[in-house]
């Protein structure tokens, strides 16, 4: 089996317990193959990173300014679900619609890695369930820097493919 596969083995699996545990259950598996992890902080477009790709606390935004020290796996992890959590609550307030628990995932990772604003510009196609023009809008966030980025695009693609299984 190749990674693929098995990544995706996984996510079903992940979805069939979610009927119990809900969208975290997914994003445990979802958000880590996609992320990655690094104990140390790494410069990530805009930020300091670290961890599943969450901020380093107090670090500031200049990429010649590197922050001391490393995070667990087991502190990167409860990083991540905090801020799934944090962004849960913010986007749980916009949306109309009952989403099920592959749909929050899928939107909750879409908001992890490219913030909770650029999450709020898919509302008003998630509420008026315009799937069409959500699909569109979702696949178009493929740029780092202002170039193509062809692990962005897969990840859109495997967000998409989540957020539609309905």
Do not use: C
């Given at each position: 089996?190749?990674?693929?596969?098995?990544?995706w083995?996984l996510?079903?699996?992940?979805?069939?317990?979610?009927?119990?545990?809900?969208?975290?259950?997914?994003l445990?598996y979802?958000?880590?193959?996609w992320?990655?992890y690094?104990?140390?902080?790494?410069?990530?477009?805009?930020?300091?990173?670290?961890?599943y790709?969450?901020?380093v606390?107090?670090?500031?935004?200049?990429?010649?300014?590197?922050p001391?020290?490393?995070?667990?796996?087991?502190?990167?992890?409860?990083?991540?679900?905090?801020?799934?959590?944090?962004?849960?609550?913010d986007?749980?307030?916009?949306?109309?619609v009952?989403?099920t628990s592959?749909?929050?995932?899928?939107?909750?990772?879409?908001?992890?890695?490219?913030?909770?604003?650029?999450?709020?510009?898919?509302?008003?196609?998630?509420?008026?369930?315009?799937?069409?023009?959500?699909?569109?809008?979702w696949?178009?966030y493929?740029?780092?820097?202002?170039?193509?980025?062809?692990?962005?695009?897969?990840?859109?693609a495997?967000?998409?493919?989540?957020?539609?299984?309905?």
């Amino acid at each position: 089996m190749n990674g693929k596969t098995i990544f995706w083995l996984l996510v079903a699996g992940a979805i069939i317990l979610s009927a119990m545990s809900g969208y975290r259950v997914i994003l445990k598996y979802f958000l880590p193959y996609w992320e990655g992890y690094q104990s140390k902080p790494y410069w990530d477009f805009k930020q300091w990173s670290w961890g599943y790709g969450t901020r380093v606390p107090n670090s500031v935004n200049d990429p010649t300014k590197i922050p001391a020290g490393t995070i667990s796996r087991a502190e990167a992890f409860a990083a991540m679900m905090q801020h799934i959590d944090r962004d849960y609550t913010d986007l749980k307030k916009l949306v109309r619609v009952p989403l099920t628990s592959a749909q929050w995932a899928a939107y909750l990772s879409f908001a992890y890695n490219l913030g909770v604003g650029n999450a709020d510009n898919l509302v008003n196609n998630i509420n008026s369930k315009n799937m069409s023009a959500l699909e569109h809008q979702w696949n178009s966030y493929v740029n780092a820097g202002g170039v193509v980025n062809d692990h962005l695009k897969a990840r859109r693609a495997a967000e998409w493919e989540l957020f539609s299984q309905t």
